[in-house]
């Protein structure tokens, strides 16, 4: 059996071992850090030379070393580097090719990719020579059916890592992730119109746009700014926007209701990916979705909303991430949820199985145990709080009662993401912000150390305040509520239950089909999203629909509809539990 460190290879792990030598006499020194600590760590070995690891990502926005406050804490525990390295045109095929995936490799799905790297020996078994009880013991004991769903996801029986977002009961739903965020200082201004579908939203955006024609730069408003950067098979917000408003979950190249178990291609006539895709053309004709939306990328957008330039998102991370700050909200100013009466967005059921983005390790690492207790430790409460808002005790802690608080930097940082962090740590918040943009248990999942709290800190004690500002307090009194989730959660939505499920492997010709019709779809939407009238959109649809069945859309679609069937037989499995 190889041995685990790759480096070493002559050389048998011993856990206390000082340093190790390779076979060829170079050094790599290690250390042990013990058994075990109070936050559940298992044993780690930590460098004595800084290593640069590589982050294989298909998830990421963000390529280059992970800087800033997340960066020192990794330095700090690990004494590594990480290099992100994101999914771009042929990545995964090179890095394939290549041999060698890198060192952490983290999955956008548990399908084609991840199979194709699992059967084909790129990944690392987690269960070689004890890698996952010596290194990863948080995860083997709190995450025991995330583990097994992965052994069961390929051919060869071997757990390869887990999916994101694991819950500690699956009796629960997440929070809302489409809250249909709205500027309401405008939205006020304008007397509070109903809104009970997208016609009624566009009126109202085109009626903000004439009170607010500029951002705070000077720069002309839209209603909405998108980007391409997570464009899969589809136009990722076409896709959402039908997903937030019928609340059918992105599937394949379609749609999937999980009250039914149907199959929706995102061509299907009258479907909520077209329909969502005129309201956005509809939007462009009037002026209102912005100019650059195809050609900027992720941050580009993100800067849009921080100086308000557009007026709307359906995101629950974009108004307080971005729009909310201090300067904002203390000038009236601010987005908060405004959801179409009609609208029945998706909400995602907790799963303990966790969701289909897979944590994993490259089978070529020379540091597996190194990569292991990274990941272990960004499942313990600690590191997983310190990846979703800054180190402990800087930017969060616990109080006496043992409830989760954010600290008076905490609090800024929130509300301003470009807050100047203390030493050690250097630049602000944002520089800092972790960009591997994954998560190992979901948001809404219990934190055993903080006394019934969950990682949401939307749902801490201390979080429960008054309203801190008086458009809240406006926002408060017109939604009757006294937070997002009270708001959104007496309003209709679609629970998705969560299973084992993941999807099946395609075969080589027609994974090659999908791939061209997945090319012809995000090129047809992005054109049609641009028709400079109602003639030109119809054109450009038909013309996108006419090519998508010449390449075969048709086979992808019947694939899918056979997975709808396993998916759905999954989830009614799952809820005899």
């Given at each position: 059996?190889?041995?685990?460190?790759?480096?070493?290879?002559?050389?048998?792990?011993?856990?206390?071992?000082?340093?190790?030598?390779?076979?060829?006499?170079?050094?790599?020194?290690?250390?042990?850090?013990?058994?075990?600590?109070?936050?559940?760590?298992?044993?780690?070995?930590?460098?004595?030379?800084?290593?640069?690891?590589?982050?294989?990502?298909?998830?990421?926005?963000?390529?280059?070393?992970?800087?800033?406050?997340?960066?020192?804490?990794?330095?700090?525990?690990?004494?590594?580097?990480?290099?992100?390295?994101?999914?771009?045109?042929?990545?995964?095929?090179?890095?394939?090719?290549?041999?060698?995936?890198?060192?952490?490799?983290?999955?956008?799905?548990?399908?084609?990719?991840?199979?194709?790297?699992?059967?084909?020996?790129?990944?690392?078994?987690?269960?070689?020579?004890?890698?996952?009880?010596?290194?990863?013991?948080?995860?083997?004991?709190?995450?025991?059916?995330?583990?097994?769903?992965?052994?069961?996801?390929?051919?060869?029986?071997?757990?390869?890592?887990?999916?994101?977002?694991?819950?500690?009961?699956?009796?629960?739903?997440?929070?809302?992730?489409?809250?249909?965020?709205?500027?309401?200082?405008?939205?006020?201004?304008?007397?509070?119109?109903?809104?009970?579908?997208?016609?009624?939203?566009?009126?109202?955006?085109?009626?903000?746009?004439?009170?607010?024609?500029?951002?705070?730069?000077?720069?002309?408003?839209?209603?909405?700014?998108?980007?391409?950067?997570?464009?899969?098979?589809?136009?990722?917000?076409?896709?959402?926007?039908?997903?937030?408003?019928?609340?059918?979950?992105?599937?394949?190249?379609?749609?999937?209701?999980?009250?039914?178990?149907?199959?929706?291609?995102?061509?299907?006539?009258?479907?909520?990916?077209?329909k969502a895709l005129k309201f956005l053309n509809d939007l462009y004709q009037d002026g209102l979705l912005d100019p650059d939306s195809q050609t900027q990328q992720y941050d580009g957008m993100s800067e849009n909303y921080v100086n308000g330039t557009a007026f709307w998102n359906i995101f629950n991370w974009m108004a307080s991430g971005s729009y909310n700050t201090d300067a904002h909200v203390q000038s009236g100013k601010a987005m908060y949820p405004v959801r179409p009466t009609e609208a029945s967005p998706i909400c995602y059921g907790q799963s303990v199985y966790g969701g289909n983005r897979i944590w994993s390790i490259g089978a070529k690492t020379e540091y597996p145990e190194l990569c292991m207790a990274i990941i272990n430790w960004l499942c313990t409460p600690e590191g997983f709080m310190t990846s979703l808002y800054g180190p402990k005790g800087v930017a969060w802690d616990y109080d006496a009662n043992g409830?989760?608080?954010?600290?008076?930097?905490?609090?800024?940082?929130?509300?301003?993401q470009s807050t100047p962090m203390p030493a050690p740590y250097a630049g602000t918040y944002k520089d800092g912000l972790f960009q591997m943009n994954n998560i190992t248990w979901a948001n809404d999942a219990t934190n055993p150390e903080s006394n019934g709290e969950t990682y949401n800190k939307d749902s801490w004690a201390s979080n429960a305040l008054p309203p801190q500002s008086e458009i809240e307090s406006k926002w408060r009194e017109w939604a009757n509520s006294v937070s997002v989730e009270d708001y959104l959660g007496k309003g209709a939505y679609t629970l998705a239950p969560s299973s084992t499920y993941s999807e099946g492997p395609k075969s080589d010709e027609l994974q090659v089909v999908a791939n061209q019709v997945a090319t012809a779809i995000k090129t047809g939407t992005w054109r049609a999203m641009y028709a400079k009238n109602d003639a030109e959109f119809k054109s450009l649809v038909d013309s996108m629909i006419k090519e998508a069945r010449e390449l075969g859309v048709a086979d992808v679609d019947a694939f899918y509809v056979k997975e709808a069937a396993k998916k759905k037989a999954a989830e009614d499995e799952a809820a005899k539990d």
């Amino acid at each position: 059996m190889k041995k685990l460190v790759k480096a070493v290879g002559c050389t048998a792990l011993v856990l206390a071992a000082v340093s190790m030598m390779s076979c060829g006499g170079e050094k790599k020194p290690v250390s042990a850090s013990g058994s075990s600590s109070a936050s559940g760590e298992s044993s780690s070995i930590i460098p004595e030379k800084t290593v640069t690891l590589q982050v294989y990502d298909q998830l990421a926005n963000y390529s280059g070393e992970q800087l800033g406050w997340f960066g020192q804490v990794m330095l700090e525990k690990f004494n590594v580097k990480l290099n992100i390295i994101p999914e771009s045109g042929n990545t995964y095929t090179t890095r394939m090719e290549s041999g060698n995936l890198g060192d952490i490799v983290i999955w956008g799905n548990d399908s084609d990719d991840y199979l194709g790297a699992a059967e084909g020996g790129m990944l690392f078994d987690w269960e070689e020579e004890d890698l996952l009880s010596n290194y990863g013991s948080y995860i083997k004991k709190n995450m025991p059916l995330a583990l097994e769903k992965n052994r069961n996801i390929s051919s060869t029986g071997k757990i390869y890592g887990f999916g994101h977002g694991v819950s500690t009961t699956s009796k629960d739903r997440q929070g809302f992730f489409y809250t249909w965020d709205l500027r309401f200082d405008l939205y006020d201004k304008l007397g509070r119109p109903e809104i009970k579908n997208l016609d009624d939203l566009h009126k109202v955006l085109k009626q903000m746009k004439e009170i607010c024609p500029t951002d705070d730069q000077g720069n002309e408003t839209y209603g909405v700014s998108l980007f391409p950067d997570w464009d899969g098979n589809m136009v990722m917000y076409v896709k959402s926007l039908g997903t937030a408003y019928v609340g059918w979950d992105e599937f394949g190249f379609g749609l999937y209701d999980p009250t039914t178990g149907t199959y929706h291609s995102c061509l299907e006539e009258n479907g909520p990916y077209l329909k969502a895709l005129k309201f956005l053309n509809d939007l462009y004709q009037d002026g209102l979705l912005d100019p650059d939306s195809q050609t900027q990328q992720y941050d580009g957008m993100s800067e849009n909303y921080v100086n308000g330039t557009a007026f709307w998102n359906i995101f629950n991370w974009m108004a307080s991430g971005s729009y909310n700050t201090d300067a904002h909200v203390q000038s009236g100013k601010a987005m908060y949820p405004v959801r179409p009466t009609e609208a029945s967005p998706i909400c995602y059921g907790q799963s303990v199985y966790g969701g289909n983005r897979i944590w994993s390790i490259g089978a070529k690492t020379e540091y597996p145990e190194l990569c292991m207790a990274i990941i272990n430790w960004l499942c313990t409460p600690e590191g997983f709080m310190t990846s979703l808002y800054g180190p402990k005790g800087v930017a969060w802690d616990y109080d006496a009662n043992g409830k989760t608080y954010f600290t008076d930097l905490g609090k800024k940082c929130q509300s301003d993401q470009s807050t100047p962090m203390p030493a050690p740590y250097a630049g602000t918040y944002k520089d800092g912000l972790f960009q591997m943009n994954n998560i190992t248990w979901a948001n809404d999942a219990t934190n055993p150390e903080s006394n019934g709290e969950t990682y949401n800190k939307d749902s801490w004690a201390s979080n429960a305040l008054p309203p801190q500002s008086e458009i809240e307090s406006k926002w408060r009194e017109w939604a009757n509520s006294v937070s997002v989730e009270d708001y959104l959660g007496k309003g209709a939505y679609t629970l998705a239950p969560s299973s084992t499920y993941s999807e099946g492997p395609k075969s080589d010709e027609l994974q090659v089909v999908a791939n061209q019709v997945a090319t012809a779809i995000k090129t047809g939407t992005w054109r049609a999203m641009y028709a400079k009238n109602d003639a030109e959109f119809k054109s450009l649809v038909d013309s996108m629909i006419k090519e998508a069945r010449e390449l075969g859309v048709a086979d992808v679609d019947a694939f899918y509809v056979k997975e709808a069937a396993k998916k759905k037989a999954a989830e009614d499995e799952a809820a005899k539990d």
